[in-house]
């Protein structure tokens, strides 16, 4: 009778050697040989040539690595392999500023600028209708990133679908048309609803 290692392992030396390449974590592998991590792992300190397999994926993915790293620019994070900059209102001078103006928004306001709905102050992130705060014009379309007139407040699902649109409106010669659905009365009971003005 053959051991998990000389069935499950060892015929797959070299798939094991491209999916370290390619930076497949060892539960992964041991799950795509159909093992459980702890076997995986027993057999990978009693086995050197599984132990030389992974190593030489790993060091392979290290030596490209290195060859391709650039270090990031300053202000920037690495995050997923990608730089990505931090959004102003995250760092420098305008970040004190949008604490600031954040704490003055959640303690004056009670009502979401996306949907009109109140907002309950006492959820918590992650609850789809906790408070936030959201950028009227957002900051990736030029917005100011921490003037208060730039700030509303906002349940956290409205913010997550507005994204970074903007809501515009277009002047008539009586009041303004709002083109965006986004503010018109949420309501189940349709048979209640009157449109502004009718009776």
Same mark, same amino acid.
């Given at each position: 009778m053959k051991s998990k290692y000389e069935s499950n392992i060892k015929p797959y030396l070299s798939e094991i050697r491209t999916w370290a390449e390619r930076g497949v974590t060892e539960a992964d592998i041991a799950g795509n040989l159909s093992l459980g991590y702890s076997t995986f792992r027993k057999y990978k300190s009693l086995e050197p040539e599984l132990k030389a397999a992974l190593d030489e994926g790993k060091n392979h993915v290290r030596q490209y690595r290195d060859e391709t790293y650039e270090a990031p620019p300053v202000g920037s994070y690495a995050a997923g392999g990608k730089n990505k900059r931090l959004r102003a209102d995250h760092e420098g001078p305008m970040r004190r500023a949008y604490a600031k103006?954040?704490?003055?928004?959640?303690? &004056?306001? &009670?009502?979401?600028?996306i949907c009109g709905k109140l907002v309950d102050k006492t959820l918590k992130f992650p609850n789809p209708l906790a408070p936030t705060v959201d950028h009227i014009i957002p900051v990736a379309r030029g917005g100011h990133p921490s003037d208060i007139d730039n700030l509303q407040l906002a349940h956290w699902t409205c913010n997550r679908q507005k994204s970074d649109k903007i809501v515009k409106t277009v002047q008539t010669e009586a009041k303004p048309q709002v083109l965006s659905n986004r503010l018109l009365p949420q309501s189940r009971d349709w048979a209640e609803y009157r449109p502004a003005g009718k009776k």
């Open positions: 103006n954040k704490r003055k928004i959640l303690a &004056t306001q &009670t009502v979401c600028g």
